[in-house]
């Protein structure tokens, strides 16, 4: 089973800065990083246009749907999936086997544009995503606490005391 | 699995509500999405036939306040709970936190109830979780149906760990909150613990 995914900030500047370069170079709309359990994790572009949230689950889903396609046939996995529409396109890549990064683009761009560019940022998302997980690997080990270790049952029940 | 972003000083966790076909997982959601206030909740995503039953899941991110400072969400998921769905109930349990079985009380959906509670345990297993270790609640839903078994002897056949249970009426609300509260406690009380 995987680690849980842990960001700072230090890597979310990293992230925020490929796919704010990858927006510019492929001439998109939006860039966006989810993980496959469908947690959203950076974006890039217009991105007040749209509703993140559900973005991030149905692309997770979609994913995991093409995953479970490909395994019955034999195949490791779909690398890249591309959504052809009347106006925008949506072309989605796995990187590093647990995150998918998703680009919206339309006439001003190409897919074989995006395809290049995607290529060059995605060994970049993926060199960032091994750094967040032995920093991960690193805090665990290290037997820092987590945040959350010091929350107490008041805490938790003030959640839900509306 | 949670993901724990300290730019945006968020953490988000991952519900899903299990059980078999028609036992009111989806109006579940339906009602926490309708009873909760609009800054809290987004888009509740159903992806369902056309007669309504889930095809694949359903969805409903769901803010539930601050904790030391960091923004809770719990990301609230259905899985389709006919039989030969099972491949895409697998896929939901991908990196879940909690789980809230939900159990239809009527006498004929017992075996039902059991056999799902059944391949729940099994899909856990296949994603590498024991529903042992999992945050976890039960809850009887359709406590209003005249046919509805004893709560004790629901309880005698299908809990699994002296898990929190509850009684509800989905349609009407009662027993919903109370359990989504109870799972996204014990998520919280586990990451506490890691």
Redesign the interface.
């Known amino acids: 089973m995987d680690t849980s995914l842990v960001m700072y900030q230090e890597e979310f500047d990293r992230i925020s800065a490929v796919l704010n370069r990858l927006r510019v170079d492929a001439n998109a709309k939006i860039v966006f990083l989810v993980d496959k359990n469908g947690q959203q994790i950076a974006g890039a572009g217009e991105i007040d246009q749209v509703d993140t949230t559900s973005l991030a689950s149905l692309t997770a889903g979609n994913v995991a749907a093409t995953d479970g396609l490909a395994k019955l046939i034999g195949e490791k996995e779909f690398s890249i999936l591309f959504h052809e529409g009347k106006k925008d396109n949506i072309h989605i890549s796995i990187v590093g086997q647990r995150l998918i990064l998703v680009v919206i683009f339309d006439e001003r761009s190409s897919l074989g544009l995006v395809r290049l560019r995607v290529r060059k940022a995605a060994a970049e998302v993926e060199g960032v995503l091994t750094q967040m997980e032995a920093k991960a690997r690193e805090v665990g080990s290290s037997g820092q606490e987590s945040p959350f270790a010091e929350i107490t049952d008041e805490d938790i029940d003030a959640l839900f005391s509306e | ?8 000083r968020e ?2 966790v ?1 519900i899903v509500y299990y059980g078999p076909g028609l036992c009111g997982k989806t109006t579940n959601l339906q009602y926490i999405y309708e009873r909760s206030n609009p800054q809290q909740k ?2 509740l ?1 159903s ?1 369902a036939t056309e007669t309504d039953r889930t095809l ?2 359903d ?1 409903l ?1 769901l803010d ?2 601050s ?2 400072g ?1 923004k ?1 969400r719990f ?1 609230l998921y259905t899985v389709p709970g006919q039989i030969f769905y099972d ?2 109930r ?3 349990l ?2 879940v936190d909690g789980v809230a079985f939900v159990a239809d009380s009527q006498e004929a959906r017992m075996d039902a109830n059991v056999e799902s509670l059944h391949n729940l345990v099994v899909n856990l297993r296949e ?3 024991e529903l042992k270790n999992m945050p976890y609640v039960l809850q009887f839903n359709k406590r209003d149906l005249p046919t509805a078994v004893g709560v004790d002897e629901m309880y005698r056949k299908l809990n699994f760990k002296g898990e929190p249970s509850f009684e509800a009426i989905a349609t009407e609300g009662m027993g919903v909150f109370e359990t989504l ?1 109870a799972v ?2 014990q998520v ?2 586990d ?2 613990r ?1």
């Open positions: 699995m949670s993901f724990i972003n300290y730019a945006a953490i988000n991952k987004g888009k995503i992806l694949f899941f969805f991110p539930l306040g904790v030391r960091f809770t990301h491949a895409s697998k896929l939901i991908k990196g994603n590498g979780f509260k996204a406690k919280l009380y990451l506490r890691k």
